[in-house]
């Protein structure tokens, strides 16, 4: 079978211009369809706003492009970049045939494995030859053309690291399964998502050369045009043929438009004013600027220069997704304390890029007030009915983090060593679950990756059809070192079990109450990381499973409803209770990645076998730490006692020394003090100790 | 993925009428799209869902197509357009719609279709092998706990039933085919909650319950032997019931496109997800279709109120934003607020 993936016409969708409102989103769009060298779109936003029906509406209006005849990577000599086969053909000075072809839309589906996307060995060619030829994948398709990924977010890291590779490089270089191939690849990449699903790895967001926020409309004058328009099947060819027109014109515009010395400063003015990261930003903003000149000229179609106009009209565009974060931990931790791990930050640097892409949205107070003082006077802006850019809704930890700062106690022991590059719920999985993504060879194969073998055999066949007994009749003589073997990767959730303290004290109905919202919180968050939440609560002489394991916010909310507190503080019991929850849930799963969340005063008064309630509790520890069982304590007493006792110091409900803190040292845990019990006050270090990695 | 020879008869089953309205509304205007049920086991979910298929008029398909083509709807798969291009005929034919099932625990490749181990063993050639987004296309998707279904066959279903196509770039396979389907879903909220992006593609909700009442639970226990005991006897007994309800379907779809909803009536669906604050436009859009197939089916020239406010619980309650420490809005308490203003 033959690359069939983009064939005439896939489905019919609305026009361009029949998508109602969404102003900025078709600005956006355009302005990268006039200059691919903008460096394309992201669209994120609330589901159901016509995203992708509009980024794939874009097709139909794209102008058309020159591409060498009978080029199986479309290289486009206008861009001066030649695939290894045409430049053999120009070689004999003989100019390349070309020919003008539509520009259309390639996806990449969520699904698609990297042999695909990339290009990997041709294997009927293969197979029939005997000789190695390379079948050219997605990104070759895509050259001169857009691609568009729908639920970016959600793309596998695998395949971002190659999108990333080909957008930064404009080439695919393909160096697999005896293969050798280089071919160009510029395209127009558009991506859209749902910022609720997972945030984008801060690469990526920073490849996308601009982004806009996209709400629902809130007019209902024009929600019913959405809706009449969805039922009108007015023809969408007129509308969208003067669109493609003007787009070619502005593209033809484009290299005549100039920019000036001081426009360039006022972007780069701008850059800094809004602290953003690196120094994309200003570069396209000018281009976008540019783009839009080029898209509205003067007067009767007159080349115009850009102007401060149309530098005010995008720059939110390149802004939005570039401002360094603002108020979150990530700035807070790399200025303000010194014994973080990580350098001084390099301004214009990644910022804190870690794998897991768990970058925050930008603050949304600052972005929003940024927004407004830089662009005054900018009535214009207002393009549409829709308000201006949206804020990202506000994450919950910002505000009370400083608040947070003050109760943290930093034990004295070593720091725990931190494992892993913080893809906390990504593993690449051995039990043949999980998504199929790319194949390797290894020594016994279990979960054989069809394709890649047969690529593997494929160039042997004819030579071992030779040497083949005669009257086998197979087709394909397969041997042990074309084996390959499917790499899968599979995201894994946490299991966050909260131990809680429901003895009485003055605080205990505080303390249930918060614990009890932070569960609530954590679920609400969890289907982004199929996380799931259990509770146990000791008091009296007992300790209780106050909820199951469960990533259901309906059953927490019913289970969770009435927590008695009272009673004496039997820890042991809780301990033991929480280690065989565990236990339980490891066996079931072995890859499962446990948290536990201790909240208590550590004082615990009442024996489980007869030994000292200290002692028991100590040795309950310890073996939770042997199960390698990552632990957070929240030292919810409110007089903190020295770690070692001091003779003749304090005592405290029989306890002369911080037995929280030592708990916490057995348990090889983190330890925080909290003088105020608060929803936020759990959160945030679970979440840290989720961001770290479990 | 094959039904059971002998099908529960639609019209035998006892309360649900939520449920059955639901099925019956997507029957006469399949981009209504879809319905999620919710509730405990034990609710006559699948049943229902089976027996819709009973009902609903036969399709007409491209004959040898893989994908059951529409042939009065471009563009069709690629194996027909290239059918079409070598000058071959293409003849359609008539096919009863069926409830394709999707395990919970399948395989991407299964889902989402692979490269065909066969052709390539024995033939050495690269081959499409359909998986069950190919099958289901124009058919009833069935996802019994779909909110158990792994994230990444999540991820492939929302994208299939956002394009209505399956776009496969694997295992050195690149190819799309149609894949349109009416999503149903059922699921068990005891047992985790699904992610609201797919929620969101389903077009109505509804959630059952356990029947109380003692006299009907008597009934589906009657019903439910005779039918256990003589599958054939109990059809033949409900027939005229089931033809009825076919002809009430059929003659829906075909009144279906005369059937007016005014602008008052738009603004009123418009104002209502405004004033419940539901994401994006999907609501909306599936509010009205949802309304105008419930005036077909009555019979009904035009939409107005009455129809919006019957369906609106179905279109919203699973799209109202849930906010920490704070009860979600009853949508039926807010519709007739809203709805009454109108």
Not at chain 1, 259 to 278: E, W
Not at chain 1, 313 to 341: C, F, I, K, N, Y
Not at chain 1, 530 to 555: C, H, K, N, Q, Y
Request: aromatic share 2%; proline share 6%; hydrophobic share 40%.
């Amino acid at each position: 079978m033959s690359v069939t993936a983009v064939a005439p016409a896939r489905r019919r969708g609305p026009g361009f211009l029949q998508v109602v409102g969404q102003d900025r989103m078709k600005l956006a769009l355009l302005l990268a369809a006039v200059d691919p060298l903008i460096g394309g779109v992201l669209i994120r936003g609330e589901r159901g706003t016509a995203k992708s029906t509009l980024a794939r509406a874009l097709a139909a209006v794209l102008p058309p492009r020159e591409v060498v005849a009978g080029c199986r990577f479309h290289c486009q000599p206008s861009e001066g970049d030649l695939c290894q086969e045409c430049r053999r053909r120009s070689q004999g000075g003989v100019p390349l045939p070309l020919e003008i072809v539509p520009t259309g839309l390639v996806e990449l589906p969520l699904g698609a494995t990297e042999d695909r996307v990339v290009g990997s060995l041709d294997l009927e060619f293969a197979l029939n030859s005997g000789e190695v030829r390379f079948q050219p994948g997605v990104l070759a398709e895509a050259n001169g053309q857009v691609l568009y990924v729908d639920e970016v977010n959600l793309l596998d890291h695998h395949l971002v690291d190659v999108l990333l590779d080909a957008a930064a490089s404009g080439r695919n270089v393909v160096e697999r399964e005896g293969v050798s191939a280089s071919h160009p690849s510029h395209f127009i990449l558009i991506g859209t998502m749902n910022p609720e699903e997972g945030e984008l790895r801060p690469q990526l967001l920073d490849r996308f050369g601009l982004c806009v926020d996209v709400v629902g409309l809130r007019d209902p004058e024009q929600r019913v045009r959405v809706m009449e328009s969805d039922l009108g099947a007015t023809d969408p060819t007129n509308a969208d043929e003067s669109l493609r027109l003007q787009l070619i014109a502005a593209r033809r515009r484009l290299p005549e438009v100039e920019v000036s010395r001081n426009l360039i400063r006022v972007a780069a003015r701008m850059a800094v004013d809004q602290r953003v990261v690196g120094h994309r930003a200003d570069l396209v903003m000018v281009r976008a600027a540019r783009a839009l000149a080029a898209l509205r000229p003067g007067a009767s179609a007159e080349v115009r220069p850009a102007g401060l106009q149309d530098l005010m009209e995008v720059s939110e565009l390149a802004l939005v997704h570039r401002r360094r974060v603002a108020g979150s931990w990530v700035p807070t931790m790399a200025e303000g304390v010194a014994d973080q791990q990580t350098g001084a930050p390099a301004p214009g640097g990644d910022p804190e890029s870690t794998q897991g892409g768990e970058g925050e949205e930008a603050g949304a107070g600052e972005a929003g007030e940024g927004g407004q003082s830089s662009s005054p006077g900018t009535a214009a802006e207002a393009t549409s009915g829709q308000a201006g850019p949206m804020p990202a809704p506000p994450s919950a930890n910002v505000e009370l983090e400083e608040r947070y700062e003050a109760g943290r106690l930093q034990l004295p022991h070593e720091r725990r060593r931190r494992r892993g590059s913080g893809r906390r719920s990504r593993t690449s999985s051995q039990d043949r679950r999980g998504r199929y993504v790319s194949s390797r060879w290894q020594e016994r194969t279990t979960d054989l990756a069809l394709d890649a073998t047969l690529r593997a055999a494929a160039p042997h066949q004819v030579e071992r059809r030779g040497t083949a007994p005669a009257g086998d009749g197979r087709a394909i003589q397969l041997e042990r070192q074309d084996l390959r073997q499917k790499v899968r990767q599979r995201r894994i959730g946490n299991l966050i079990v909260f131990l809680v303290d429901a003895s009485a004290s003055m605080d205990a109905e505080q303390r249930m109450d918060a614990t009890r919202s932070a569960i609530l919180a954590l679920l609400r968050e969890a289907y982004v990381r199929r996380d799931r939440v259990a509770m146990i609560s000791f008091a009296g002489r007992s300790a209780r499973v106050a909820l199951r394991p469960t990533s259901s916010v309906d059953l927490a909310e019913r289970q969770l409803s009435r927590l008695a507190v009272g009673g004496t503080t039997p820890l042991t019991h809780g301990l033991v209770a929480a280690l065989d929850l565990i236990l339980a849930e490891r066996r079931r799963d072995q890859d499962v990645l446990p948290l536990l969340v201790l909240i208590s005063d550590g004082r615990g008064n009442i024996s489980l076998r007869g030994d000292e309630p200290l002692r028991e509790a100590q040795a309950a520890a310890a073996e939770i730490h042997r199960a390698r069982i990552h632990t957070v304590v929240i030292d919810t007493s409110r007089d903190h006692l020295p770690l070692t006792p001091t003779p003749g110091g304090p005592q405290l409900a029989g306890y002369h020394f911080n037995a929280c803190a030592d708990l916490s040292r057995r348990l090889g845990g983190e330890y925080f003090a909290l003088f105020d019990v608060t929803e936020q006050g759990i959160l945030r270090p679970v979440a840290e100790a989720l961001r770290r990695g479990t | 993925m094959s039904e059971p020879r002998s099908v529960y008869p639609f019209t035998a089953l006892v309360g649900q009428d939520r449920m059955r309205l639901a099925l019956e509304l997507n029957a006469v205007n399949p981009s209504v799209g879809g319905v999620l049920i919710r509730g405990q086991k034990g609710t006559a979910k699948s049943t229902a869902v089976r027996a819709l298929a009973r009902l609903l008029p036969e399709i007409q398909v491209i004959r040898g197509c893989r994908y059951g083509c529409d042939p009065l709807s471009e563009p069709l798969c690629l194996e027909c357009q290239q059918r079409r291009a070598e000058g071959e005929e293409l003849v359609s034919e008539p096919r009863r719609m069926r409830v394709v099932e999707l395990p919970i625990n399948a395989s991407e490749d299964r889902v989402v279709g692979s490269i065909d181990l066969e052709a390539a063993i024995h033939a050495g050639q690269r081959r499409f092998q359909p998986g069950v987004l190919a099958e289901a296309n124009r058919q009833i998707l069935y996802v019994d706990e779909v909110n158990l279904l792994d994230d990444h066959i999540v991820d492939v279903l929302l994208d299939a039933a956002a394009m209505g196509v399956n776009v496969v770039e694997r295992e050195g396979i690149s190819v799309w085919h149609p894949a349109r389907f009416i999503l149903v879903g059922t699921m068990n909220p005891e047992e985790g909650d699904l992610r609201p992006q797919l929620l969101d593609r389903f077009g109505l909700c509804v959630d059952v319950e356990g029947i109380s009442d003692l006299s009907e639970r008597v009934e589906i226990v009657l019903r439910r032997e005779a039918f256990e005991e003589d599958p054939e006897g109990f059809q033949a007994a409900w027939a005229e019931a089931e033809d009825r309800l076919r002809v009430q379907i059929a003659e829906a779809m075909a009144l279906l496109p005369q059937v007016e909803v005014g602008r008052p009536v738009l603004e009123a669906i418009a104002r209502l997800s405004i004033a419940l604050d539901v994401d994006g436009h999907r609501a909306d859009l599936v509010g009205r279709k949802a309304a105008q197939a419930l005036a077909a089916l009555r019979g009904g020239r035009s939409a107005g109120i009455a129809e919006v406010a019957e369906v609106a619980p179905m279109v919203l309650s699973h799209r109202v934003r849930s906010h920490p420490g704070q009860r979600s809005p009853d949508v039926a308490e807010v519709a007739s607020r809203v709805l009454g203003e109108a």
